[in-house]
């Protein structure tokens, strides 16, 4: 059945195309791959918008859509420290009971929220090799939960270890301090005292990768050891992924309270970021978005994420360009169909009403027949529908068996045949003695006349 229906269109198509001057075939044909280069152009976009493992962690932490990810990024004057980073999850707890969001998780240690905050800084490593001075993030919480690096040797850590006394390299790294990468568990020193290299991560070297800020050698400390050992340039970035019950609760709630002013913060709702509407948003301030007025350096991520709103917001520019074609070509071919119509709105709404009312007849002949007892007008189509299919089978099984039933036939017909023939020899038979009876009762009427 269903391949009949794909010849059968196969076969509207080719008509389709016969009917169609070159014009129009050209036009078709343009209008086609057109609407082909803007699902490639969409699609496309939408996969870039999920690469970027570092703007989908409310995905990565709950299934549903009652989470949201939001990212701040702070000057080096808005003055913020470890201790306002811990008010404001106490807070956070406290606003959350109020407002009756708790955890439903049968996991006893679920979370409701997970947070990490960073700084930027340089550090002195030294081993028994070489030395070597490198940029910093020292890192306060779940840093590595929000920025999963691809690991080579050993383990993330996190704020929660009882041992702070921690690092992670990268590759680079590595190899300028043991000339070797798999390091992990080893020891190095910072400002004289030994920190364990926890784990080894592969640092990204594409061009985008390196534009935004990946560039160099880079470490990973918590922020006590930055701000003991190391230069520090204070906390700059802080980001959480915590319930948003509804639309924007999670960003409104952060930039409020978070403590600091305006002009020293920027905000980023991370998971409706690649949105369809915010790369509208992004289309409209394209030209302002490098115009940044507050003395804020955003790190290596949000550089790249920006990057890749930009490049997303272009491609949806380009698709909806290429969808703009076809579309004024089937307004066209609408209003020319329209212009043409043999049929009015009336006469429309008068078959469908008369359809809708046959409908409703039938529905009521049903019923009535149910309550008599009788076979429905449903069930006497659907009956005579499997006779008359029974019959169709009968007959294509009859046709698919010509030599056999052919056989049959003239064996029968040279019976018949032979049948009548003897019928026929035994009635002449008959006649002629019926003839001679009647000559002799014809001469004994004579003789006795």
């Known amino acids: 059945m269903q391949r009949e229906a794909t010849r059968k269109g196969f076969k509207d198509m080719k008509k389709l195309l016969h009917s169609m001057s070159v014009r129009q075939l050209i036009l078709f044909i343009s209008g086609l791959l057109s609407f082909l280069i803007f699902i490639g152009l969409y699609c496309l976009a939408n996969v870039q918008a999920g690469r970027l493992r570092t703007q989908t962690m409310a995905k990565r932490w709950s299934e549903g859509k009652d989470v949201a990810q939001v990212s701040c990024f702070f000057s080096q004057n808005a003055g913020i420290e470890p201790d306002g980073i811990e008010g404001f999850r106490h807070t956070l707890d406290s606003s959350l009971e109020e407002a009756s969001i708790t955890q439903t998780s049968p996991n006893a240690g679920a979370r409701l929220w997970a947070d990490a905050y960073s700084a930027d800084g340089k550090i002195s490593l030294k081993s028994d090799r070489a030395s070597l001075s490198a940029d910093c993030l020292g890192f306060g919480g779940d840093f590595f939960l929000f920025h999963p690096l691809e690991l080579l040797y050993g383990n993330f850590f996190s704020e929660s270890d009882l041992n702070t006394d921690y690092c992670v390299i990268d590759e680079d790294a590595a190899w300028q301090l043991f000339g070797s990468s798999n390091v992990a568990g080893m020891t190095v020193e910072i400002g004289g005292i030994p920190h364990v290299i926890s784990g080894v991560v592969k640092r990204a070297s594409a061009k985008l990768e390196q534009a935004a800020g990946l560039d160099s050698t880079l470490v990973y400390v918590s922020y006590t050891t930055l701000a003991q050992l190391g230069q520090n340039n204070g906390i700059n970035h802080y980001e959480i992924v915590m319930p948003n019950p509804v639309n924007s609760y999670a960003y409104n709630y952060v930039k409020e309270h978070i403590g600091a002013e305006e002009k020293e913060l920027s905000v980023v709702e991370n998971t409706t970021r690649y949105s369809l509407l915010n790369r509208l948003k992004v289309l409209r301030s394209f030209g302002k978005r490098s ?153 004994a009427d004579r003789e006795e006349t």
């Open 291 to 443: 115009m940044n007025g507050k003395a804020i350096i955003y790190p290596y991520w949000e550089n790249l994420a920006r990057g890749y709103e930009d490049i997303i917001a272009l491609e949806t520019l380009f698709a909806a360009l290429f969808l703009l074609y076809p579309t004024v070509l089937l307004v066209i071919l609408i209003v020319t169909l329209w212009r043409h119509k043999t049929w009015t709105l009336k006469s429309v709404y008068l078959t469908l009403s008369d359809k809708a009312e046959r409908k409703a007849e039938a529905i009521r002949e049903d019923k009535k027949a149910k309550k008599e007892g009788r076979l429905p007008a449903k069930g006497k189509a659907s009956e005579k529908k499997e006779s008359t299919k029974a019959q169709q089978d009968e007959a294509g099984s009859s046709k698919k068996r010509p030599r056999k039933r052919n056989k049959k036939a003239l064996l029968q017909d040279e019976k018949i045949r032979e049948f009548l023939a003897d019928i026929d020899l035994e009635s002449a038979n008959l006649d002629e003695e019926e003839a001679e009876e009647t000559k002799i009762e014809e001469a």
